[in-house]
């Protein structure tokens, strides 16, 4: 996946005014943004979370997943701290996109799990791809990160292209009747931290 830098510009938001810098997947159009806050090309290790787009728990409130607590929890932290990097990718449901994730959504009504569901659409369970984070990094002067996660495929992912993570830190939020289950599924078959 190769991206290229747009443009940056300020973002006031409720935890304080970040810098928001955009780039673009010069391969299928997607646009992806990064939010900083603080001097984060200093060389020290850079508070960070890898957030993948979540449109129903983002910006509706869904209750079904544990997305839009998160990236809440992660500008908070960030903002607590006066400096990190949010990196947010377009990449709605694991990567099928919304309308698949409704469909998923449809399976999981009738019983399936998380990844069953996306199985049964004829994806894998998780299709993101991170690869893009390296040019985004290099752009933004990041080398070494304290990330907020649950997912080792993010850490993976970060250390293969070269971003040193020198912490772990856990990002658990958002837990409810409505997630339980994807909460469980997420831990026993896709390996997350809980």
Not at 19 to 37: P, Y
Not at 96 to 125: H, M, S, W
Request: glycine share 10%; net charge negative.
């Amino acid at each position: 996946m190769a991206v290229r830098f747009v443009e940056s510009s300020k973002l006031p938001t409720p935890w304080g005014i970040f810098d928001i810098h955009g780039f673009e997947d010069v391969e299928n159009s997607k646009e992806h943004v990064v939010l900083t806050l603080g001097d984060v090309g200093s060389g020290e290790p850079v508070l960070a979370r890898v957030h993948s787009e979540c449109l129903t728990g983002d910006s509706l409130f869904s209750m079904r997943c544990d997305c839009g607590s998160q990236l809440r929890g992660a500008l908070e932290r960030i903002a607590e701290e006066g400096r990190g990097a949010l990196f947010y990718l377009r990449q709605e449901g694991r990567g099928i996109g919304l309308l698949n994730k409704i469909r998923a959504y449809k399976l999981q009504d009738a019983g399936a799990d998380t990844v069953e569901a996306n199985e049964r659409l004829g994806f894998g369970a998780d299709m993101r791809d991170y690869s893009l984070l390296k040019t985004m990094c290099e752009e933004l002067a990041i080398s070494k990160v304290r990330l907020m996660t649950n997912n080792p495929r993010k850490i993976n992912a970060l250390t293969d292209q070269g971003i040193e993570v020198v912490e772990r830190l856990p990002l658990q939020t958002g837990q409810n009747p409505h997630n339980a289950k994807y909460l469980a599924t997420k831990s026993g078959k896709l390996g997350h931290l809980f």
